[in-house]
């Protein structure tokens, strides 16, 4: 038995049956506003598993001996298969759940992408729900 090409299955797997739809859009700063970035087209509808307070051994290691970055009081994390992305997406840039639009719009606080299959995402709430 192959094992990486089980864990592949495994992330795709996962996030087909219990995920939600993804849009990350890339954002860039300038020195007064934040703006679309050109060079990187959204990615839209990706397959992700979104996660409140995830247990960060079960994603698959523990957190490098960072601090794990809480708003209030929680901990969201978005984990979307490598594969599936154009590009690697980096702090600041933006995501919404569009499989439930009652969820806010999130910035991309941290990326963590040291995992051979799947690439987690630190949120914090950018934009609730009005």
């Known amino acids: 038995m192959d094992i990486r090409a089980a864990r592949s299955r495994l992330v ?3 996030r087909s049956r219990l995920g939600a739809l ?3 859009r890339a954002k860039v700063r300038g020195e007064m506003s934040v703006a679309d970035d050109p060079s ?4 839209v509808d990706l397959q992700g598993r979104f996660d409140i307070n995830p247990d960060l051994e079960f994603l698959g290691g523990h ?8 708003f209030a009081g929680r901990l969201c994390t978005i984990s979307i298969p490598r594969a599936d992305m154009a590009w690697l997406p980096k702090a600041g ?4 759940v ?6 806010p719009i999130y910035a991309i606080e941290r ?3 040291d995992l051979p299959e799947v690439i987690v995402f630190f949120l914090s709430v950018l934009q609730p729900v009005v």
């Open 98 to 103: 569009t499989s439930r639009p009652a969820e």
């Open 111 to 113: 990326v963590v992408d």
């Open 12 to 14: 795709h797997e996962t």
């Open 63 to 70: 957190d490098r001996g960072m601090a794990p970055i809480r």
């Open 40 to 43: 990187r087209p959204a990615m």
């Open 22 to 24: 993804i849009t990350i």
């Open 93 to 96: 840039d933006q995501c919404e």
